[in-house]
């Protein structure tokens, strides 16, 4: 992560509910390079931003949703670990879905009329 400051005070600024779109956005981004070895620096940076995204969403959201973020923070260590053997894709983009669902943001979106 370049530069931790910055991106938490900029990360900050959001409701709860859109930091959990930016960390959803992070999960599916594993989702998406985690099969490929090739992008192990890549994943270890989402990896890692990913944490700092829960660290700094995890005291705003409602308890329930902490549950949930300490839950995927260990995940996040497990998957750490496994590296460079990167093949969580599937459980990211799972994790990925649930945090998307949880923040709420798809259900503010307004529906297209016909």
């Given amino acids: 992560m370049r530069n931790p400051g910055l991106i938490k005070e900029r990360y900050l600024q959001d409701d709860w509910r859109v930091r959990l779109g930016g960390l959803a956005s992070n999960l599916a981004r594993l989702a998406d390079f985690a099969g490929n070895p090739a992008h192990r620096q890549l994943v270890d940076t989402l990896l890692e931003e990913s944490e700092h995204f829960i660290e700094w969403t995890a005291p705003d959201a409602p308890t329930e949703v902490q549950a949930k ?7 996040l260590a497990l998957w750490r670990r496994k590296l460079p053997d990167t093949t969580f894709g599937q459980e990211a983009r799972k994790g990925s879905t649930e945090i998307l669902e949880m923040s709420g943001l798809l259900s503010a979106l307004p529906t297209e009329s016909k």
Wanted: glycine share 0%; charged share 15%; no cysteine.
């Fill in 69 to 75: 973020l300490v839950e995927l923070q260990i995940q």
